[in-house]
């Protein structure tokens, strides 16, 4: 009886990625993933058999999570194109900064050489140009789009969304969800009926600002009022202070006097 893995595959996948997004597919080996997951190198080469076999599995398992990121969002947005921006935003959410969409860049240029890692990556592309063309399929059915051939508009979805994360990668305007949909929007203006009215989106939370501190009239009387005024002005409270001082000055005086006629 074979003894069960406690630790799986998608376990050893997700801790590819990780090494991935932090050192690139050049500084990946196995060893450095078997850390992130308690296990020896030769165990990965036991179930994996080499890096290359480790990399070309995880290319293929993004594939088949590509319906499923889909068909997620499409289960907590009603709104077709709500939808379409939340998918799109979390199957690339774990590019946190452009260093680590980079390494995935950099990664891509190893697919195109290999034969077996570019299918991988044509099948992933087409299965998210699909993807796509459903979502916009649907957002046509809802009169959020106008009607017009589906498979040309979804690749073009497609480039203008690569674009993006090129663009993003090089320049990072802001933070990448904000320009995914921002992206997607642009796109999707031009297929939008005449006389389209989207709904007001929700305003972005705005960062509490502590209210200023109301000033009294007199307060802005004083700083608007030339240096010659502030000069002559005193407070009443000054002034009573004064007027004891020179009450206080008058009594030592006639003491005195008193004291002289004495």
């Not at 069960?4 to 080996?29: C, H, K, M, W, Y």
């Not at 599995?57 to 947005?77: D, G, K, M």
């Not at 991988?120 to 796509?132: G, K, P, R, S, Y």
């Not at 809802?142 to 320049?171: F, M, V």
Request: with cysteine.
């Amino acid at each position: 009886m074979a003894r069960p893995q406690r630790i799986s595959n998608s376990d050893i996948l997700q801790a590819a990625r990780s090494v991935l997004a932090e050192f690139g597919p050049q500084q990946l080996t196995l060893e450095a993933v078997g850390q992130k997951v308690g296990l020896v190198p030769g165990t990965l080469m036991q179930r994996f058999g080499s890096k290359r076999g480790l990399l070309l599995t995880l290319l293929r398992a993004r594939q088949e999570e590509i319906p499923q990121v889909f068909s997620q969002a499409r289960s907590q947005q009603r709104n077709p194109l709500n939808a379409l921006y939340l998918a799109c935003q979390n199957l690339y959410q774990e590019f946190q900064t452009p260093q680590i969409l980079n390494h995935h860049l950099s990664f891509l240029q190893t697919d195109l050489h290999d034969p077996e890692f570019r299918e991988a990556v044509v099948l992933q592309a087409q299965t998210l140009i699909q993807e796509l063309e459903n979502s916009l399929k649907a957002a046509a059915i809802a009169e959020l789009l106008s009607t017009g051939p589906s498979k040309p508009r979804a690749q073009q979805l497609y480039q203008s969304l690569q674009g993006c994360l090129l663009h993003w990668a090089l320049l990072e305007p802001e933070p990448l969800p904000r320009a995914i949909k921002r992206s997607l929007q642009t796109m999707l203006q031009l297929w939008q009926p005449t006389g389209f009215s989207a709904p007001p989106e929700a305003p972005e939370p705005q960062p509490q600002v502590t209210p200023a501190v109301e000033i009294s009239p007199l307060v802005s009387l004083l700083r608007e009022a030339p240096d010659e005024e502030l000069k002559a002005y005193k407070p009443k409270a000054e002034k009573s202070k004064d007027k004891k001082s020179g009450k206080k000055k008058d009594k030592k005086k006639n003491k005195k006097k008193a004291l002289k006629q004495a």
